[in-house]
């Protein structure tokens, strides 16, 4: 099983400030997703990114978030000026040769 | 669209029980894959199966089944001879086929507690 990671596990911010969440896939892979849960519900959609670019956007993901791939292993998601509404688990997943997709441990976000 | 229901919220089972989960799910696509997760009280997302939408065979794992019927867009999970770390919440998925649009859509789970 592919094995991703993220950092940091918890992050606590404050309404307005800017966050960068990470997330390092162990081995090569060429798609990857941004996916969040506010606490007790379902996994949401928010980006995938393909070659570089994004391939697919939701409705959530508004022009506060980003994602990218600045050294081609880390690939991050930014949320410029979070809001309360903005805290919630957020999880990277890669997908594999055979559609499978897999999980990070999460990044728990805390806007207060 | 896509859509799924996991009408089940949460269930209690006895240790040694059997248990299935039900899992339903709208698409227009003619291909798709289906996904099943577990997240335990950790939260980390597991992933246990994927599968095809033209490949009906059932498939078992262990003490884990699924039942695919393509008839009634259903994609159940069975769990044989529960026991107490099954205890978590599983996450039924579907997702497009082609490439590009494979972000999968998920229902709400449901909370599994396995009694000792």
């Known amino acids: 099983e592919p094995e991703v990671t993220q950092t940091p596990s918890h992050q606590v911010t404050q309404m307005g400030q800017e966050v960068i969440l990470r997330c390092v896939p162990i081995?090569?892979?060429?798609?990857f997703y941004w996916y969040r849960q506010i606490l007790g519900q379902k996994v949401e959609f928010l980006v995938s990114?393909?070659?570089?670019?994004?391939?697919?956007k939701s409705e959530i993901f508004d022009d506060q978030f980003s994602v990218e791939r600045p050294d081609g292993s880390n690939f991050t998601l930014k949320i410029r000026s979070t809001k309360l509404e903005d805290s919630a688990m957020y999880f990277c997943?890669?997908?594999?040769?055979?559609?499978?997709?897999?999980f990070g441990p999460g990044t728990r976000l805390t806007v207060t | 669209a896509q859509k799924v229901t996991q009408a089940q919220t949460e269930i209690s089972v006895v240790e040694k029980e059997d248990v299935t989960l039900d899992c339903v799910y709208e698409?227009?696509?003619?291909?798709?894959?289906l996904f099943w997760y577990k997240q335990p009280p950790s939260g980390e997302l597991v992933f246990l199966i994927r599968?095809?939408?033209?490949?009906?065979q059932n498939e078992i794992s262990g003490r884990y089944s699924w039942n695919f019927q393509k008839s009634t867009s259903s994609f159940n999970f069975t769990i044989t001879a529960s026991q107490v770390v099954d205890s978590a919440v599983y996450f039924c998925?579907?997702?497009?086929?082609?490439?590009?649009?494979?972000?999968?859509?998920f229902g709400t789970g449901t909370r599994l507690t396995v009694i000792p």
């Open positions: 997943a890669i997908m594999t040769g055979t559609y499978e997709q897999y």
């Open positions: 081995s090569n892979h060429l798609y």
């Open positions: 990114f393909y070659n570089n670019e994004i391939s697919e």
């Open positions: 599968r095809n939408s033209f490949d009906e």
């Open positions: 698409t227009r696509d003619t291909t798709y894959y």
């Open positions: 998925a579907l997702s497009g086929w082609k490439t590009g649009a494979n972000n999968l859509f």
